[in-house]
Structures are given as C-alpha cells and as structure tokens.
C-alpha cells in the first residue's frame, strides 16, 4: 500500500455550504489557483447542478487548473452526473463525486428508499459516472451509522461498476477515532474488490474529532483525506486541511504517511480564505491562528530564549508565517513595490497591480511605518473586489458624544455612481443606513467585528460583516486605514454577495 496521502480539497463546495460561506467566481478561481499551486491533489470545486453559478464556476475551474485534479459533486441521479460532466468538459483530469446514503436512518426517512434500491442506484450511478471520466468517487452518506456488511455490499458494488476512489465520511461528526478506523478495517478486509480502490476520509467536526478521526481512518488504510482550509464548512466544519497535513509531517514517526502539499503556503491560503469567505480565523485556531506561535508565559519566553524547541513542535516558517517586517513607505517606487509583492506570494495583473500601488502611496502617506501585514490586507481587499457589481466609492461621517451621526457615501452600481446621506445613533450605523438606503437592502446585521491589523494607534483597521436575509447569511470584510471607511467597505462586500446569495434554485443540498 502507498504512503501516499492524497489531499481532497472540498473548501469551494463543502465549505461553501457554511452558513454565510459564499464566495464570488473571481474569489473561487484564486482560491482553486492557491490549491493548486500548494499541492492538492484533488479540487473539488462546486455542485454543479445546484444552480447555474455552480457549474460556472465547476467549468471555469475546469479551465483553469491543469495540475490538480477538478472534481464536481452529484446525487445519484442521471441528471446530476451529466450536468458535472459536461461542467468539467475543460478539465485536463476530472473526477465525478457522486453520493447516496446507506444508513438505515437516511435510507428509511430522507430517501426513503429499500436497501434493494440503493444498491441498484449505486451500480446505476457509478456505471453513468464512469462512462462519462475515467476517475469517479463513490461516497456511502452517513457511513459511521450504516450496517457494516450493507455498507461493504455497497462498496463491492460501487468498485465493480467503476468507482476508483470508495469514500467513508463521518457525515454528522458521530464517530470516535477508535470507531472510524475500525469501520474502514472492517470494510476493507470484507470487500474482496477492496485493493482496487483508494479509500477515502471526509469527517466533520460536530464532537471536535474530525482531525483525529481523519487520521485514525489513514491508520486504517484511508489514502485519501478530504478537507477544508480552515476547517470551514456544514455545522461545525470539516477537518481541516492545515491540521491534518502537519500532523501528518511533524509525527512522521509514528504516521509515516507523506501529502505532495507545500506546507509554507498554508498561512497565505488561510488569510486567503478568511477574506473570501469573511470567516475570521480564531486566535488560537491551531497552526494558521494568531496566537499558534506566540509565547505568553514566562517560563515559555524564557525556554524560548534559550531554544525554541522547548515549546514550539514546529517552525513559524513550516507553514509560511514569517515574522512581521517593516516594509517600504511611500517614497518606493513601482519596481520595489513589485518584488515585494512576488516575496509575499502575489503575482498581479497590470491592472490589479496599478490599483493596489495607487492604495499603496495613499497608505503611505496616511501611516508612519507599513508592515507586510499592511500589504497583504491592502491586496487581498483590491483582488477580493475587482469583480463586484457594487464598488465602494468614498464615504464621510460626521459624529457628536450627544445627538445623532450623520453619513454620506457614494457607491458605484454597475458602473453609475449613487449617493444619500443617513443619520445614525452612531456613525457606522449611520453609514450602514446609508448604504441600505442605497441598496434597497433589508437584511439584519448579525455580527459586527473589528481588529487592527498590525501595531499602533494608525494601524489599518480590517473589519467583518455578516448579514442575513430570508434565513440565509452572508459575510463581508474590508480593510482600510479608516475604520468607518472599513466598515463601509466590508457592509458593500456583504451587499455584493448578498445578492449572489438570493438566486439558488435548489437551496439547501448537503452531502457527506
């Protein structure tokens, strides 16, 4: 068996499906691009028959990434498979992802289906698969809850009729590791077609086991791991993909497994995400967090001091964190500009380069000292919102410790300028009128967060906003050296996906 590990990243379709999750087109393909350049095996870039964004985006992907393996999840549905078929057309290796349930639970009360049923479905499903792509992946829903002998009845049947890679996922963070890789042992050793397939991993995070359970089922014979960047994804998340591949490096000794992922890109990839997604990444969040490298006590300074071996089981610079490093000021040009861009990981067009130089003088002559984390925020925003119907123009607000704020903004909205003034009780809220106004928008806003980006009383704020509509929310961030103006960018950014959210004709599928 090989000490392979493959890396399955379902960040743009399982991780998508988070509550406030969406992502737009430009913000997928830059994401697909960074998965790819960072090694993963396996891109699994949307559901392409959930909604003609979907395949758009499962197509464009297709087009793009010519390393990595594009794979588009399906039903076991004639319908579903031929649309991700013809959605990954373009893909120079693509795989069909398709599912059922085999728990007597989902079988009885959500298919409603005999077991009888499901078996013919499957062969009927795998086979249409097959005979569209080469590579094709049978998942078992709710696999931790199936009967054992079932389940491997399904399995030798999803082998027999094509499937190459046989997923076991854990679908609602049930299982424990002791349990999880006894049920991959368990069907490996009874499905005697077994070693034609890979065997797959994909654990959610309800019990805060999905790491350990991922590794538990690699022990068991899993060569495969599928994940997210960050953990995102349905409920409390998917293992995540930055946890399980340096758990997989730095205890090589006792899991002598290897993954193809270049680990120094991960920390680029996590903020990557964070701001497409508008999720913040939580301090203590364990290899990408904020805190994952800082040493508080002082017995940890001291040890630290003396050799940082004593606490840290890994290097800042294994997973691409570097320390923070004053950078030019607004007296560098163009050129140095630019390589500083190529050293932190950012390669732009021409237009995209001119626009974040433009931000990147007016930074410096609003703030003393910029940092690389001045930098990286400044791009991400540009990048983040090139392609947004609402473009956030200018924005003033005006503010007394008694009576009421007052705010005026100007948007651009495909392509025409806008503008009203709002009062407020304050004023961001005066400004977030503002823009509802604007916008004809009546979601609620249901988080408000805030941070400074580096040190100083003239750091750059970076802001995230999460707003709901119709019982479906939707995240934003800004970043900016003004934190109305930041505010503001972040409300705009929500707005603009918002309304991305609102046209989904086949709301709320999940799967494994």
Known sequence: MSDHVRIFDTTLRD?????????????????????EAMGVDIIEAGFAIASDGDFEA??????????????????????????????????????????????????????????KAVIEAIHASVSR??????DVEWSAEDATRSDIDFMSRAVET????????????????????????????????????????????????????????SLAGVAAGARQVECTINGIGERAGNAALEECVMALRTRADIMPYYTKIETEKLTPISRLV?????????????IVGANAFAHEAGIHQDGMLKSAETYEIMT???VGLTKSSLTMGKHSGRHAFGDKLKELGYELGDTEFQDCFRRFKALGDSKKQIYDEDIIALVDDEISTVDNRIQFKR??????????????????VDGEDVFTAAYGTGPLDAVFNAIKELLGVTAKLKQFHIHAITVGTDAQAECTVRLEEN???????????DVVTAAAKAYVSAANKLGLKRDNPLPGITAS
Do not use: W
């Not at 998508?16 to 997928?28: I, R």
């Not at 076991?168 to 963070?173: A, E, I, K, N």
């Not at 999720?279 to 364990?286: C, I, P």
């Not at 924005?395 to 651009?412: F, K, M, N, P, Q």
């Open 15 to 35: 991780g998508e499906q988070s509550p406030g999750a969406s992502m737009t087109l430009s913000e997928k393909l830059r994401i697909a691009e960074a998965l």
């Open 158 to 213: 999803a082998i027999s009729a094509g499937a190459t890679t046989i997923n076991l996922p854990d679908t609602v963070g049930y299982a424990t590791p002791e349990e999880y890789a006894a049920m991959f042992r368990a069907v490996i050793d009874n499905v005697p077609n077994s070693d034609k397939a890979i065997f797959s991993t994909h654990c959610h995070n309800d019990l805060g086991l999905a790491v350990a359970n």
């Open 274 to 286: 964070s701001h497409a997604t508008g999720f913040s990444v939580q301090n203590n969040k364990a």
């Open 395 to 412: 924005v003033s607000a005006h503010s007394y410790s008694e009576g009421r704020a007052l705010a005026d903004i100007t948007l651009s």
């Open 129 to 134: 698969a097959r005979n569209l792509v080469a």
């Open 316 to 318: 800042p610079g294994s």
């Open 471 to 481: 019982g479906r929310s939707v995240g934003g961030q800004g970043a900016h050296y």
């Open 58 to 115: 499962v197509r464009r992907i297709a087009e793009l990434v010519k390393d990595s393996t594009v794979c588009s999840l399906s039903r076991a549905s004639i319908a579903d498979i031929d649309r991700a078929a013809e959605a990954l057309k373009p893909a120079a290796s693509a795989r069909i992802h398709t599912f059922i349930a085999t728990s007597p639970l989902h079988m009885k009360v959500k298919l409603q289906m005999e077991p």
